[in-house]
């Protein structure tokens, strides 16, 4: 009886070791949402999802040409539609973007954590975003 009192609870941990992580997307805070996590806010009916980051920003210990960039790809499901964008971590270029405002509610990348140090590889799967979400209306 303790065998099968032990393979169940394995089991019921590994099986929840392969869901997704949701966290609460906050209004007027920042979230903070790793590589491939979801943030949800059922008040608002919004989901925010991290599809991908590219960390090109020049690495603690190095001396650059330039600061670099960090771009965030996100996917965002609203009770009307759905988009996908980009936000960067550079406010110095008009082409990159740092905030965007979509039906009403304002998305700003604050961060992309950890930053980038020479000679030390980040995983990506500890790599976060800070986002900013706000009511513009």
Known sequence: MKNITLIIAVVIVLASCNKEVS???????????KLREEANNTQYGLSLRVVSIDDSRCPKGVICVWEGNASVQLHLKTKKDE??????????????NNE?????FNYQLIDVLPYPVVDKKQSKKTIKILINNKITN
């Open 23 to 33: 966290n609460t997307l906050k209004v007027g805070e920042i979230t903070e949402i």
């Open 83 to 96: 988009y996908n964008f980009t936000l960067d971590t550079n406010r110095s270029r008009p082409n990159f």
């Open 100 to 104: 965007v405002t979509i039906e009403g």
